[in-house]
């Protein structure tokens, strides 16, 4: 019988049997390609080296809070200041229709949005409308994410021989806080916040179920991955990774069995894998009805386009929170990569055989099947950014090791000297994107302003025109000032035709509903020529404004407004 951990996120455990090798098995600070010289070196060190182990060690509880309070605190501020996008503007307006509206709405259009809005409904009904409110279940899925993150750096450094390995978790949580990244989608009202938080539940359950075996740890994994689809369908490539972890661990463990040392217990561990696929299926199947939902409606991925050379560029640079970090951040995880190939005889998960396909794979399967059908969008993932967080920490807690190896029993505070530089460094690179992520002007759009604008110049009798007719969405982030515009194109309402921006009437009845219009709003995007972007209702609206006269036009990041006027006779 196993000994099982009281809890998932428990510091204060039973040492599962894998763990336990690990440490009876691996000195303190075995250093890198050890010569008789360094291991004599080593052994010297190791009094000292548990003593100032001891003394990094944080609380058990520590560990975990002070990450999710640190994003609590980073992700909180200013949460309202910056403008609402569009894409947030959809998720007020779909948060404000009643449960049969957002069904209704579902099976038109956004339904792998779905289990969000009705999340986001409720959360509207209990705190309101403004950007902070409906921002809050992102910024505490980010917090959470930063905390468990932590507790799996925790472990995952245990098991690794890793030392500090509190510290370590500690440092993983932090590194996550610090990332642009994280700032940017705490302050979203989207899904990628509470996405993120299951990728490391369901990260951490499924070691926990390896070590333990038992069934109802890999019950809870499928949920979790279930959660984690439920939110983001893209994040189910969360899966390939997964897969590769186990392959990679199953591999190492049959050729330490060929080398007879494996017992009972490491052949049942090898028969766990089949557990995982057990507990996957039983997760796609639950998930089945919205992956079906999700395929008949990809025409809403239209307006994604081919990736390039420039997308693994800018990805590279937002996951490393910026440019002049990517070269600090890809040392880091090089330090930890090439240190855990480097010693073998393991058991239990290393740091780099958890976090580095889940931070690579996605990211590449998305981009290589963009390539033929597009559907690369960054957001899509951003569940990925704790597995960068938990390479650098490991690659801080490696250059220590090698480190104490040098410094030994004289001053082994000194091996932490060159990851504190490091990790000061990294602060100092990450402030001024830290500042910037958090404004409007991070973000496509800022309906805000362009509200503000028509607030300010609106008559009343104004109309309003729409080109595309998508661009409807620009008056549902702040729609006070638009709802006291006549929309002449608008045939049905939003919510009266269970779709996101409405219903156009036939372009044959504009000109009925024009008569008497003095003055006209025409709001389009920016990135193209209004001509280019109308379709037939929209190109019988320009003729009508085009026997008015052009008075006055607001350019708002992404958003063209023009306010048109009715020739004098």
């Known amino acids: 019988m196993h000994n099982s951990p009281r809890g998932v996120f428990s510091h204060e455990r039973p040492i599962l049997r894998s763990e336990l090798a690990v440490r009876t098995r691996t000195s303190p600070l075995p250093a890198v390609g050890v010569t008789a010289a360094g291991a004599t070196a080593a052994g010297v060190t190791a009094a000292a080296t548990s003593q100032w182990r001891a003394r990094l060690r944080p609380a ?21 200041g910056a403008s609402l996008w569009r894409d947030e503007a959809y998720t007020l307006d779909a948060a404000q229709r009643s449960d049969r509206q957002i069904l209704a709405l579902l099976g038109n259009v956004d339904a792998v949005h779905g289990p969000y809005y009705l999340l986001m409904h409720v959360v509207v009904g209990v705190l309101g409308t403004s950007a902070a409110a409906i921002r809050l279940p992102s910024l505490l899925g980010m917090s959470v994410a930063a905390g468990c993150t932590a507790a799996l750096g925790r472990r995952l450094s245990r098991m690794a021989a890793l030392p500090a390995p509190s510290l370590t978790g500690l440092a993983a949580g932090l590194l996550l806080v ?30 926990t179920a390896m070590a333990d075996g038992r069934w109802r740890w890999w019950a809870a994994y499928g949920a979790a991955i279930a959660l984690t689809g439920i939110f983001s369908l893209f994040a189910l490539l969360l899966l390939f990774a997964h897969g590769v972890t186990l392959l990679v661990t199953r591999s190492r463990n049959q050729n330490r069995a060929s080398d007879g040392r494996a017992g009972r217990n490491e052949r049942e ?14 997760a796609i199947l639950a998930l089945s009805p919205l992956i079906a939902a999700g395929y008949r409606q990809d025409q809403t991925l239209g307006w994604v386009t081919r990736p390039g050379l420039w997308t693994l560029t800018a990805m590279l640079s937002s996951f490393a929170g910026s440019r002049k970090a990517i070269p600090l951040v890809a040392a880091l995880v090089a330090c930890c990569v090439v240190t855990e190939v480097r010693r073998r005889h393991r058991q239990g998960f290393t740091v780099t055989e958890v976090a580095l396909p889940w931070l690579a794979l996605p990211p590449l399967i998305l981009l290589a099947v963009s390539l033929a059908h597009p559907a690369y969008v960054e957001r899509y993932i951003v569940f990925s950014l704790p597995a960068l967080a938990l390479l650098c920490a490991a690659g801080l807690a490696s250059l220590a090791r090698l480190a104490a190896v040098a410094a030994g029993h004289r001053a082994p505070w000194l091996a932490w000297v060159p990851s504190g530089v490091l990790a000061a460094a990294m602060a ?3 402030a001024g994107p830290q500042q910037s992520i958090r404004l409007t002007s991070a973000r496509p759009d800022n309906l805000r302003a362009v509200s503000a604008i028509v607030s300010a110049n609106e008559h009343p009798g104004d109309a309003v025109i729409y080109i595309p007719s998508e661009a409807r969405v620009v008056s549902m982030g702040y729609p006070a000032p638009f709802s006291r515009l006549r929309d002449i194109a608008l045939a049905r309402s939003p919510v009266a035709s269970a779709t996101l921006t409405g219903v156009q009437v036939p372009a044959a009845e504009l000109p009925g509903r024009f008569g008497g219009v003095r003055r006209t709003w025409l ?12 379709e037939a209702t929209g190109r019988a609206e320009l003729a009508l404004v085009a026997g008015m006269r052009l008075i006055r036009q607001w350019t708002v990041h992404s958003v063209v407004l023009r306010l048109y006027e009715a020739r004098q006779r």
């Open 60 to 80: 058990g509880w520590l560990v975990i809070v002070i990450p999710a309070l640190a994003e609590l605190a980073v992700g909180g501020y200013r949460l309202g």
């Open 178 to 207: 610090a990332a642009p990244q994280t700032t940017y989608y705490a302050q979203d009202a989207r899904p990628y916040g509470l996405v993120t938080m299951f990728a490391v539940i369901a990260t951490q359950l499924l070691i």
């Open 269 to 282: 561990r090898q028969a766990r894998p089949l557990r995982w696929l057990a507990a996957v299926a039983a």
């Open 428 to 430: 100092v690179l990450l």
């Open 523 to 534: 709001v389009s995007w920016s990135e193209k020529p209004v001509a280019s972007q109308a």
